[in-house]
Nanobody, 123 residues
């Protein structure tokens, strides 16, 4: 069974840090990304990483968030530092098997999704 399982969400004060993990099983994915969705808002791109190191970040998280992956463990990570209340959202891991160096930034480019993990940043 192909699935993505996220973990690491929680409640943190503004300025704090969290690390999200996304463990893939059932197949190996070339591109893995993180998206988020706040109540009443559309799902938005956060960050993505290609199997060979290509990185993409949303402007709103550049310099604060770092995406990485461990190919041996088939797992992607999102290190989130200097968190802000506006970062509060459900965070979703997504994966794609296209053989590209640069990962996509559109939700439509990802065919496999996790169930999401809640991140809440208090002011």
């Amino acid at each position: 069974q192909v699935q993505l399982v996220e973990s690491g969400g929680g409640l943190v004060q503004a300025g704090g840090s969290l690390r999200l993990s996304c463990a893939a099983s059932g197949r190996t994915f070339n591109n893995m990304g993180w998206f988020r969705q706040a109540p009443g808002k559309e799902r938005e791109f956060v960050a993505a990483i290609g199997r060979y190191g290509g990185l993409k970040y949303a402007d709103s998280v550049k310099g604060r968030f770092t995406i990485s992956r461990d190919n041996a463990k088939n797992t992607a990570y999102l290190q989130m530092n200097s968190l802000l209340p506006v970062d509060t959202a459900s965070y979703y891991c997504a994966a794609d098997s296209r053989n590209t160096y640069w990962p996509g930034q559109s939700a439509q480019e990802y065919g496999t999704w996790g169930q999401g993990t809640q991140v809440t940043v208090s002011s």
